[in-house]
C-alpha cells in the first residue's frame, strides 16, 4: 500500500510568495500535493494554530523548506523541521536569494547543517525526483534492509535519515 505524497513547505512568512511558486511548481510538474499555510483556508477555524500545523505535517510525507535571510528569525521552521523528523519525513532545505540576481550565501543556522541544501531547480529536482523514486518509509527502508543485510533491524532503521543522507549524496554534499 502506497501512501500519497504530500510536501510540507515550511517558510517565514515574508516568503510566503516564494513557497506559493515552490507549491505551484512541484504540483505542476511532479503532480505532488502540497501544504502551504498561507493556502490553508481552514486554519484560522483552529483556536491553537500549532494543532493545525501539527495535524498537517501528519498528514504530510516531506518537508521542503524554503529558507531565506527572514528564515533566520523564524521560530516555527526549526518546529516544523523537528516535527518532520521525529515523524521520519524526508526532509530538504531549498535556499532562496532574497535578490534573483545573486547566488544564496547565507550563513545558515546551525540547526540545518545536518539536512541536504538546494540552491537551484536542478537540486529541487533531485529532492522531487528522489521522492518519486523512493515515495514512502516502507520502500526506503526495504531497500536499506536489504543493502545491510540482517545486520541492522528495519525498525532501527531511520527513514529521515536515510533520505537525508540518500539526497546528499545525489546533491554531493
Known sequence: MSEEIQIFISHKK????????LSDYIEENFGFSTYVDVLDDKIHEYENVTERIVSQLRNSTHL????????????????????AYEREEGIGVYIWPDNPYMLPDYDL????????????????NKYLNLIKEKPNKQKLLLEAKESLGFTKRAAEINYAQEFINELKKRLGQ
Request: charged share 35%; aromatic share 14%; hydrophobic share 35%.
Open 64 to 83: 521542503l523548506v524554503v529558507f531565506s535571510e527572514h528564515t533566520k528569525k523564524s521560530m516555527w521552521v526549526p518546529f516544523e523541521l523537528g516535527v
Open 14 to 21: 515574508e516568503d510566503e510568495k516564494k513557497a506559493i511558486k
Open 109 to 124: 543556522p546551525e540547526y540545518l547543517e545536518e539536512f541536504p541544501k538546494m540552491k537551484d531547480t536542478y537540486g529541487l
